[in-house]
């Protein structure tokens, strides 16, 4: 509408719904929030939370790899648990985005605090 302020979120989304897209995206809908335009703080919670949920994912399971590759027979009981925890922390982000509801994560909520501190510092 002509009358209608522009939102403060990217791409004239509704916040809850930038915010769910950004977790149900992972990494890289994370890194379309941030930097497409905007500057509500939830939703660029949101995104630097997904990014940093999605990274520690990827990073933990190269290392587990890595450590199972030198032949360290009970690390392979790892892979699944590391699954199920990523699976049940992205689906829980991304319903309570989609619900308006911010979501901090135990360890990555920290992660994401000391990686994109200036980033959220600006909003």
């Known amino acids: 509408m ?6 403060d979120t990217p791409f004239g989304l509704e916040p809850n719904v930038a915010a769910g897209l950004a977790y149900l995206l992972g ?3 994370g890194i379309i929030m941030l930097v497409g335009g905007g500057t509500n703080r939830f939703v ?8 940093t949920l999605g990274a520690s ?3 933990l399971w190269i290392i587990l790899d890595i450590l199972a590759a030198m032949h360290l027979g009970f690390l392979f009981l790892l892979f699944p648990i590391v699954g ?7 689906l829980w982000t ?3 985005a ?7 994560l135990p360890v990555i909520a920290d992660l994401t605090e000391r990686f994109f501190g200036s980033q959220l ?3």
Do not use: D, M, N
Not at 44 to 51: L, N, P, T, V
Not at 84 to 90: K, Q, R, S
Not at 98 to 104: D, L, T, Y
């Open 2 to 7: 002509v009358g209608q302020s522009p939102k």
């Open 27 to 29: 990494i890289i809908g």
């Open 57 to 59: 994912y990827i990073a």
């Open 98 to 104: 989609f619900q308006g509801k911010e979501v901090r």
């Open 84 to 90: 199920i925890l990523y699976l049940v922390a992205w």
């Open 44 to 51: 660029k919670w949101a995104a630097c939370q997904s990014i």
């Open 94 to 96: 991304w319903i309570t």
């Open 121 to 123: 510092a600006h909003v």
